[in-house]
């Protein structure tokens, strides 16, 4: 309930408004001091759109989908070879960017948490597709496959490309272009035309692909939940439409994300919508590691398609609890992170509340209204089409 009220749309609101960014900077040259409004009005426009296209227009949704997911990909290849070619023909700041590359590096712990946020939010699509497993063939097989070799070439490529960028930005430069430090890279080494013009609108369109891929994972969680009897409203939200669609679920995550567009104070935005959804996922994944440690002790004989490695599981258990308590560390004077009109634990406070009331309508749902007896899937299974 977490990850539909506060995960998903928070983080569909995100990348809506890094969508927006991408294409006002194609249209003005400027990273950043963009009109808050108008990145919230392409924001609320991509989320519709994307709504629309999974909710009418299916398999074209999914090609859609996947022709901007290899435009990113291909993007992405882009900025390692067009950053390798600048630095080799001496175009680069190498200096700048790595020689005395941690200086400055602040040694405060909300720092790192901060930084933390971030990086898990940018790898937080690999488990997209567990909300889809009723549309997946052979999941025991393909959903490990997928999750794992997403994630390697995912992490491949992002690493690649952040040093592409420090081979051609100083980290001055880096800091100042805030989200759209792409296209500051770009407009840098291919010129005005081509780098300022034509690939941040691309870059736009391959975060539009995330959003798409986000109202599609989130769409089904909140339909699956529907039908088990997790959320009120059963029989609306766990309906198939006549275009093999959840419309009901994409309709209530489409109003959710534009509720976190345009509720955040402005300016920022962006890492208030960040940390408010990976607070609530980290506290969730930590939990659930801890569970399973503990069913492998108290249900040995329970089958096992696959199994987590151990250090995955210490990794993920230590990520989780830096994270949850030093998000209430008050930060640094020079610490990144949320900062302004926007105090230090209103992020996490406020997903603890958002927390608090899905744990309320749980109980209400499941023990009072027993909602699982009574759900579509009690007795029978119904998936799509």
């Known amino acids: 309930m977490s990850s539909i009220a506060i995960c998903s749309p928070s983080s569909l609101a995100a990348d809506s408004v890094i969508t927006g960014t991408y294409f006002l900077y194609a249209a003005t040259g400027r990273a950043v001091e963009h009109s808050e409004w108008a990145q919230r009005v392409i924001g609320l426009s991509v989320v519709m759109l994307c709504a629309l296209l999974h909710g009418f227009f299916v398999r074209l949704a999914i090609r859609v989908q996947s022709a901007l997911t290899v435009v990113k990909l291909l993007l992405l290849l882009l900025?390692?070879?067009?950053?390798?070619?600048?630095?080799?023909?001496?175009?680069?700041?190498?200096?700048?960017?790595?020689?005395?590359?941690f200086?400055?590096?602040?040694?405060?712990?909300?720092?790192y948490l901060s930084a933390l946020f971030k990086v898990m939010f940018?790898?937080?699509?690999?488990?997209?597709?567990n909300y889809s497993i009723d549309e997946l063939k052979n999941p025991v097989r393909n959903l490990p496959r997928a999750a794992l070799g997403g994630l390697l070439v995912t992490t491949v490529l992002y690493v690649a490309s952040n040093a592409a960028y420090f081979l051609v930005l100083d980290p001055e430069t880096v800091?100042?272009?805030?989200?759209a430090v792409a296209g500051v890279f770009f407009t840098n080494t291919l010129g005005n035309v081509w780098g300022q013009r034509i690939v941040p609108v691309?870059?736009?369109?391959a975060t539009l692909g995330n959003v798409m891929c986000g109202v599609f994972a989130a769409s089904r969680l909140i339909f699956e939940a529907a039908r088990e009897g997790y959320l009120p409203g059963g029989r609306v939200l766990g309906e198939i439409s006549r275009f093999q669609s959840p419309l009901a679920a994409l309709a209530v995550n489409c109003?959710?994300?534009a509720l976190f567009i345009v509720t955040p104070p402005a300016g920022e935005a962006y890492a208030f919508l960040i940390d408010i959804g990976v607070y609530p996922l980290w506290l969730f994944q930590g939990v659930a590691v801890i569970g399973l440690l503990?069913?492998?002790r108290t249900h040995r004989d329970l089958p096992r398609p696959f199994k987590a490695w151990h250090i995955a599981n210490a990794v993920t258990i230590a990520c989780a609890a830096f994270m949850l308590v030093v998000a209430f560390v008050k930060p640094s004077e020079d610490a990144a992170g949320t900062s302004g009109?926007?105090?230090?634990?209103a992020a996490p406070l406020t997903a603890l509340a958002f927390i608090a009331l899905s744990c309320g309508l749980w109980y209400i749902q499941i023990v009072y209204r027993r909602g699982l007896e009574r759900s579509l899937y009690h007795g029978k299974h119904a998936g799509f089409g």
């Open 79 to 101: 900025i390692v070879v067009v950053g390798v070619c600048a630095w080799a023909k001496g175009n680069g700041a190498p200096d700048a960017g790595f020689r005395d590359a």
């Open 103 to 111: 200086h400055g590096t602040s040694v405060h712990p909300s720092a």
């Open 122 to 129: 940018a790898y937080s699509g690999f488990n997209a597709l």
């Open 175 to 179: 800091r100042r272009s805030s989200t």
């Open 202 to 205: 691309l870059i736009g369109l």
């Open 255 to 257: 109003l959710m994300t």
């Open 294 to 296: 503990v069913m492998r």
């Open 341 to 345: 009109s926007i105090p230090y634990w």
